[in-house]
């Protein structure tokens, strides 16, 4: 089974920059197409940004121009950039493959505080 592993959210102020990261093993990660999603309180879970095998990347309009997603190969882990945070970025973030697994990660809590 693929375990996907995220680290780094917190408590950011508005303004501010979080660098997530995403372990994963179990999968041929260089072959997967990779996505980070959110999940504000209250609301479902939506995809934020996602990363081909081949590098291609797409951003949500929310968060297009602010946020960078990358990833290494080599370290089978996924990053996610994010930049001129804003309070409404305030949610529990996750990797999956895009479609994703079906099921998810424990994620990672990011809050920003205005």
């Known amino acids: 089974q693929v375990q996907l592993v995220e680290s780094g959210g917190g408590l950011v102020q508005v303004g501010g920059s979080l660098r997530l990261s995403c372990a994963t093993s179990g999968t041929a990660f260089s072959f997967k197409n990779m996505a980070w999603y959110r999940q504000a309180p209250g609301k479902q879970r939506e995809l934020v940004a996602a990363i081909s095998n081949s590098g291609v990347t797409n951003y949500a309009d929310a968060v297009k121009g602010r946020f960078i997603i990358s990833r290494v190969n080599a370290r089978n882990t996924l990053y996610l950039q994010m930049n001129s945070l804003k309070p409404e970025d305030t949610a529990d973030y996750y990797c999956?493959?895009?479609?994703?697994?079906?099921?998810w990660g424990r994620g990672t809590q990011v809050t920003v505080s205005s």
């Open positions: 999956n493959t895009q479609p994703n697994l079906g099921y």
